[in-house]
């Protein structure tokens, strides 16, 4: 059964890093996107980054751009959101999720309704 456990996350101060992963079991990431979501109390989930299944594609929304870098290694079945200079409104859950490989990655399909598995997330907070 296809499953997705994220991992790496916690508490940071305003401008510090995480890296955050996305380990997969019960398939292989060879023919998979994956896509970071997030979060916030009282907002709606947002795609943060996607990747394309060969990893030649990816797609960050604006408020990330230059400071997350989501890569993989479809050998360790596991994909990367490194998160750099992370602001107070970085803070949310985090989730991983995956689709077959069908669709261009770009921003109209990093979309949570674009993909059909999800891990459980994992928290971020950026607090001083």
């Known amino acids: 059964q296809l499953q997705l456990v994220e991992s790496g996350g916690g508490l940071v101060q305003p401008g510090g890093s995480l890296r955050l992963s996305c380990a997969a079991s019960g398939f292989t990431l060879n023919n998979i996107d994956i896509g970071w979501f997030r979060q916030a109390p009282g907002k709606e989930r947002e795609g943060v980054a996607c990747?394309?299944?060969?990893?030649?594609?990816?797609y960050y929304t604006d408020s990330v751009k230059g400071r997350f870098t989501i890569s993989r290694d479809n050998a360790k079945n596991t994909v990367y959101l490194q998160m750099n200079s992370l602001k107070p409104e970085d803070t949310a859950v985090y989730t991983c999720?995956?689709?077959?490989?069908?669709?261009?990655?770009?921003?109209?399909?990093?979309?949570?309704?674009?993909?059909?598995?999800w891990g459980p997330g994992t928290q971020v907070t950026v607090s001083s």
């Open positions: 990747i394309s299944s060969s990893g030649r594609s990816t």
């Open positions: 999720a995956a689709r077959l490989a069908r669709l261009s990655v770009g921003q109209a399909t990093c979309v949570p309704s674009y993909f059909t598995s």
